[in-house]
C-alpha cells in the first residue's frame, strides 16, 4: 500500500523557519516525482516545490524561491521541504504528492499527482 505522510507543521512567528517532512512507505521516492503543495482556506491548490526522483533535479514556485528548500533522504525515503523567511502569506495546509512519469513544467498539476498525503498544517502569525 502506496502511503505518503507528512509532519513538521506548527504555528511559527513571521520571518521563523520550519521543516516539513514527508515520509513514504510502500515505494520508492527516488523513483517518482515528488510535489509539495499548500492549499489555504477558499483558495485552489497551488504548487511550492517539486523534486524529480531519478535525477534529484528541482523547481520552485517564485512565490517561495529563495525561502524553501525541498530536499530528500533515500535511505529515510523521505522529503523535507525545509521553509524559511515565513510570511503570513505562507499560511496554508502543506501536502506532499508522489507521480511517476516525466518531469518537467507541464506535468506540475495537481492533478496529474496520484498520491497524496494527509496534510500538515502550517500557520504563520505573531
Known amino acids: 500500500q502506496l502511503q505518503l505522510v507528512e509532519s513538521g507543521g506548527g504555528l511559527v512567528q513571521p520571518g521563523g523557519s520550519l521543516r516539513l517532512s514527508c515520509a513514504a512507505s510502500g515505494f520508492a521516492l527516488d523513483n517518482y516525482v515528488i510535489g509539495w503543495f499548500r492549499q489555504a482556506p477558499g483558495k485552489e491548490r497551488e504548487g511550492v516545490s517539486y523534486?524529480?526522483?531519478?535525477?534529484?533535479?528541482?523547481n520552485y514556485a517564485g512565490s517561495v524561491t529563495g525561502r524553501f528548500t525541498i530536499s530528500r533522504d533515500n535511505d529515510k525515503n523521505t522529503v523535507y521541504l525545509q521553509m524559511s523567511s515565513l510570511k503570513p502569506e505562507d499560511t496554508a495546509k502543506y501536502y506532499c504528492?508522489?507521480?511517476?512519469?516525466?518531469?518537467?513544467?507541464?506535468?506540475?498539476?495537481?492533478?496529474?499527482?496520484?498520491?497524496w498525503g494527509q496534510g500538515t498544517q502550517v500557520t504563520v502569525s505573531s
Open positions: 504528492a508522489a507521480r511517476s512519469g516525466p518531469y518537467g513544467p507541464h506535468y506540475y498539476a495537481p492533478k496529474l499527482f496520484g498520491y
Open positions: 523534486l524529480n526522483g531519478p535525477d534529484g533535479r528541482t
